[in-house]
């Protein structure tokens, strides 16, 4: 009896049983389901760091590197580079006196300067002058570019002819041997636009306008002073 006994224990030793068989399956799928479970883990752990460093880098870049900052636009110097007097016969308070027509013509160096990484392509720059909201002379610039973090430099001519607004002026004979002073206004506007890797855009107004006074005699034409401000939309 021991020996059909041990020999059955040897045979189901030799031969295990299918509870034993499935039992060994289970453990194998629960070992291989744990191993691709951390592996999916480890993946998705790698990818949602990977996209929050991205996102930072992105972040940092925008708020830094990537930021749009405004051009400067600067009158460096403003000067008269000629003038011409003529003499108009005009009523003023029911008297015929004789009014002086007076052309000047400006020079104006000018620069703009694109402190960012990507250039600055702006279109036709166009300067008006006004005496009491009347326009007197315009002048225009060529269309251009300025580099990243480059400084471009322009010479502007404009020649200002006060014939239109020469009786409300009333510049006479007798004014014009001790000096009068003229108060001009000028506007400059520069359209244009930044360009990011061609991804980001921003389209720009640089706007500079001047108070110009002038010191006008038969003797001497020059600016007294002149003073200017610039804004960006």
């Known amino acids: 009896m021991a020996t059909e006994k041990e020999s059955g224990n040897a045979k189901q030793l030799a031969h295990p ?13 629960s070992a291989h389901y744990l ?5 999916a883990f480890w993946c998705f752990g790698c990818f949602g760091a990977a996209v929050i460093v991205l996102g930072i880098t992105a972040l940092v870049l925008a708020l830094t590197l990537f930021k749009v900052k405004d051009p400067e636009f600067t ?13 108009a016969n005009g009523a003023v308070d029911d008297d015929v006196l004789s009014v002086f027509l007076f052309n000047f013509t400006f ?10 990484v990507a250039s600055f392509r ?6 008006t002058f006004f005496y009491e909201e009347t326009a007197v002379g315009v002048a225009y610039a060529p269309a ?3 580099g990243a973090d ?20 009333n ?31 921003r389209d720009l107004d640089v706007k500079v306008s001047c108070d110009i006074t002038l010191q006008v005699s038969m003797a001497y034409q020059g600016i007294k002073n002149t003073r200017c401000s610039a804004a960006v939309e």
């Open 107 to 116: 020079e104006a160096d000018v620069s703009l300067k694109n402190p960012n």
């Open 35 to 39: 191993r691709r479970r951390r592996c």
């Open 122 to 127: 702006f279109g036709s720059t166009a300067t």
């Open 17 to 29: 049983s299918l509870d034993q068989e499935a039992a060994a399956a289970c453990r194998w799928r």
């Open 75 to 87: 009158i460096n110097s403003l000067s008269l580079a000629g003038s011409h007097f003529a003499v």
């Open 150 to 169: 480059r400084t471009v430099r322009m010479t502007v001519r404009v020649d200002v002819m006060t014939n239109p607004v020469a009786r409300r002026m």
């Open 144 to 146: 251009g570019e300025v």
């Open 171 to 201: 510049v006479t004979a007798e004014k014009l041997v001790t000096g009068v002073e003229v108060e001009l206004k000028s506007l400059t506007e520069v359209q244009g636009r930044m360009k990011v890797w061609g991804m980001y855009k």
